[in-house]
């Protein structure tokens, strides 16, 4: 560790919307970074610019199978814990595997921290929550947790994550740290994993009916991608470890309805909005109480919602543009990504396995690690 700062750090879930923008920041800070992932939501494309990085790694793995041994190998002094699949869609989709990763993948991670001294950094969430009783939410709020619901295998997975982890602190076996995310948005979202900024943005773009669930007087606080990043870099720069889980999120709060009149304000668009019945369990308010990360990290969110929301219609103009590669298209991102898909020694999955998540056998950990430009 130099200045606080991680030579040589674990990514798990590095491909994803959030842990690409983290490979990247940890990069730019000087450290190597290994990035660990699945592809089971995560896309090729949001690495394709790391190919040529000597100190980019990026192994194909998933976190549920014991993990290859080259990353104990490798001694990463922090290992940040990103991968899951994070939106109803997807998470729901093979409710057992996000179940396991959040729980026997956490495990092997944790394990592969104790063993290595490595610092460890939990992607929790909100949705610890549930469909919360008191307002703001606060750290000390137990939550109000369907564990039956069709969410149930993402929120009680996280929770039981979050309980693996305060135990592996408590017996001093890591020294773990356990950010609970609020809704977070910004480029490298895809279009198609049904959160309500992608889905409110690509309807207005696509000039479609805006789907609005409920009356749209449900709240949530949306925090852009970079100040989210900032948040997570410093919870794990913090020289002692933290006892209790810290929110990170923008306490800026606006209901569903509102965010759709700024999205049709800042895209122009005539879209007509359609009401749907809301989702099961679906929280009724959201917004993180942020004193602790305050005072604990002196961070508070810096991006604006229109400025944010602007980087983000950008993005997805960019990615609806005709010829430009969508994640809802039925080819592999990964064959439009040659430089990092030359990176595994894996065969691009067709898009009918792409549902489920691939178990690939990790006894072949040796071939899948491989640097770019070797
Ligand atoms: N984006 C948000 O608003 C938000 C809010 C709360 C919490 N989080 C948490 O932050 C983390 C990242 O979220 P995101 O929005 O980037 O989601 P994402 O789906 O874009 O990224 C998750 C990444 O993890 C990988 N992954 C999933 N299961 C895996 C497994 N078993 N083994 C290896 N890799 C696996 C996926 O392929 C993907 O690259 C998640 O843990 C999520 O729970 C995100």
Redesign the pocket.
Known sequence: MRNGRHRTALV??G?????SHLCDALLAEGAEVIC???????RRQNLRHLARDPRFTLIE????EPLPAALAARRPEAVFN?????SPP?YQGDPEHTLL?CVL?TRNLLRLAESTGARFVQ?S??EVYGDPEIHPQVESYWGHVNPTGPRACYDEG?RAAETLCFDYLRAGRADVRVAR????YGPRMRADDGRVVSNVVTQALAGADITLYGDGSQTRSFCYVSDLIDGLRRLGSLATPVPSAVNLGNPVELNVAQLVERVLALTGSRSAVVRRPLPADDPRRRRPDITLARRLLGWSPCVPLETGLRACIAWFEEEMRPGACRPSQAKDAAAEAPAVADLHRQPAEDASQRSR?RRMNQAEDARLVARPGR
Request: proline residues 3%; hydrophobic residues 45%; charged residues 10%.
């Open positions: 798990a879930g491909a994803g919307f959030l842990g660990l992932d699945s592809f089971v939501t995560g793995a998933d976190i549920t990103l991968a899951c699949a994070a997807h990763t993948g992607a969430t909100s996280k995310i609020f809704n977070t998540p």
